[in-house]
């Protein structure tokens, strides 16, 4: 599940100027259109609790159709995140605190599958304890929100 960072992600940027990345990766059988793996991913039911703790704490509420203009090119704000930058089969996002970024991609796999990917950098300047103290949690949710995308995106 963890992966490199493919050289032409978005997220690369980052990783150049030495900001914690990460990659996960997960393939999936048959062709999968960026657009729905981005819908997918916005509106499981597992990001969904994200989207309730960020309309409820930080007054950023989102709903799936705002998700699925986010993923149809329609959208540049959805819940805590403005598109940073687009690129074929990937999206580039941008927490308002403008600390962290999140990258999507989807791209063909071996035969006829799809791999699809799921990074995310912080850029803030410090990553003291707080950072690492909460790092196992990140890497284990990364997972968790991939997983749930990928079975989405299968039972669509």
């Not at 699925?68 to 996002?93: D, H, I, N, T, Y």
């Not at 791209?107 to 699809?116: E, F, K, Q, S, Y």
Request: aromatic share 10%; charged share 20%; with cysteine.
């Amino acid at each position: 599940m963890i992966a490199d960072l493919p050289a032409d992600a978005l997220l690369q940027r980052y990783r150049e100027r030495g900001a914690y990345t990460d990659c996960f990766a997960i393939d999936v059988p048959g062709q999968v259109a960026h657009a729905a793996f981005v819908e997918a991913f916005y509106t499981t039911s597992v990001f969904k609790l994200e989207r309730l703790l960020l309309a409820l704490f930080v007054s950023r509420p989102s709903n799936d159709a705002e998700a699925r203009e986010l993923a149809g090119g329609k959208r540049e704000m959805f819940a805590a995140w403005s598109v940073e930058a687009r690129a074929p089969g990937q999206l580039l996002m941008c927490d308002f605190a403008g600390s962290t970024r999140s990258w999507l991609m989807a791209a063909p796999a071996g035969g006829a599958g799809t791999r699809l990917y799921f990074g995310s950098a912080v850029v803030r300047r410090s990553q003291g304890g707080a950072f690492r103290a909460l790092l196992g949690f990140h890497k284990l949710y990364s997972r968790i929100l991939l997983r749930a995308a990928a079975s989405r995106v299968l039972r669509a």
